[in-house]
């Protein structure tokens, strides 16, 4: 089965996406299943329609469904709140909370001279398959599993297989396949289809084959309107890597923006609603450095910044040792048993890092002290000189000018896309 609308310039509509989930549904055999897992995002991608297309699911296929579980990964656990905003017409008691930590089954492992190899020699580790345990519990028969293809600073273009061995995946996974990311250097897998970490997950979804239910994938591809709004620019649905691979062609048309020159300031808004830590606020660093200017500044406004970590152990990793440029922290894990210990951790570290090439400053709310801030190695900025200054409420993406005549480059989402120079993209 393959189900698909896409378009580069024209929004998929509600009545458009009833159907086309409707026609998912029928061709996938969904109808003869009698528990059926949904494995949707959760609040971090909110604007994914993945909430919409959960919705759609759970009133066509009624008591089939016998649980939705967000894929958190190392996220913070949803709040009866969020779901209620992002899932309005899936009843809460469907809900389950993936616990990465603890929640988890080994299901294979690739061995490390394979994961050597995948890695061109930068690791040499094994890799665990792992997923929740409820995937492979026989509680379910038939599996949805939902999700958005954007440009993505660990596996290139996120979704398909990640949404299972990251989003439902255990420590010892998400640690090594961020950390084989972080090593092999985000500016050769940003915004690519086939990266090291795709290839690791699809060599892991091959293995699980037989001992995980049917699962069908439903992707999205959403990109700003030139009115600001978001929209619906492709869905796919296949039980195969087709509909990824055809959605993350149509991710590299409508997220990535290429610059014929480097950005000398940069200005990111983090919506509180979807943005309390730097492990989710530093997209804006992931999704604008191959833009920066050497010398240049990413002024991240974050006035819901909570914390660094999503996870308590890892905020304290993140305020221990600060973010460094790449060869700082691999020094750092081979002589640091509680770095080595946290690899996702260690992966983020580099990730966050500017490689000394521009400043990084981040303008928090409240709950965030200046600081805090400098203590992990960024600058600080006064959040409410900087909105005053830069008015990102409502400011569409692209080039502006300061009342001064300060020139910045404004990014309304980072979630939504990937910004570079052409010269980076083609060279990296």
Known sequence: MYVAEQSLNRSIQDDELDVLVEKTIEDSGAYKAKR???????????HSRAGKITDLLVAKLGRRVAAI?????????????????????????????????????????????RVAEISGGKVHYSYPVQANRLLSSGEVDFIFSVGQVVPHEVVGMANHAKNIFVGTGGKEAIDRSHYLSAVCGMEGIMGRADTPV???????????????PPIIWILTVISPAEDGSLALRGYFSSPDRRCFEEA????????IQLLEEPVQKAVVWLDPEEYRSTWLGNKSIY????????????????????????????????????YRPRAEI??????????????????????????????????????????????VGYQWADLDRALERYAPRGRLAGFHKT??????????????GLWSTTARMRGA
């Open 198 to 212: 795709r290839a690791l997950l699809d060599e892991a979804l091959g293995m699980v084959a037989g001992k995980l």
């Open 403 to 416: 009342a001064d005549g300060e020139d910045f480059f404004f990014v309304p989402n980072p979630a939504l």
């Open 36 to 46: 059926i897992l949904v494995i949707p995002p959760d609040i971090t991608r909110l």
């Open 69 to 113: 579980m967000p894929a958190l990964g190392t996220h913070s656990q949803m709040t009866e709140a969020e779901i209620a905003h992002m899932y309005p017409g899936s009843p809460q008691a469907l809900f389950r909370v993936h616990d990465w930590r603890r929640d988890v089954t080994e299901l294979g492992r690739i061995p490390e001279s």
């Open 330 to 375: 691999q020094a750092l894990v081979a002589r640091e048993p509680a770095l080595a210990d946290n690899l996702s951790a260690a992966a983020h570290l580099i990730h966050g890092s500017s490689e000394g090439r521009f400043r990084i400053s981040y303008a928090p709310g409240p709950s965030i002290s200046k600081e805090e801030i400098t203590s």
């Open 287 to 322: 999704r604008m450095r191959m833009a920066m200017a050497d010398g240049g500044e990413l002024l991240i406004l974050a006035p819901g910044l909570r914390s660094f970590g999503e996870d308590p152990s890892i905020d304290a990793v993140i305020r221990h040792y600060g």
């Open 248 to 255: 993350a062609a149509l991710s590299a048309k409508v997220n």
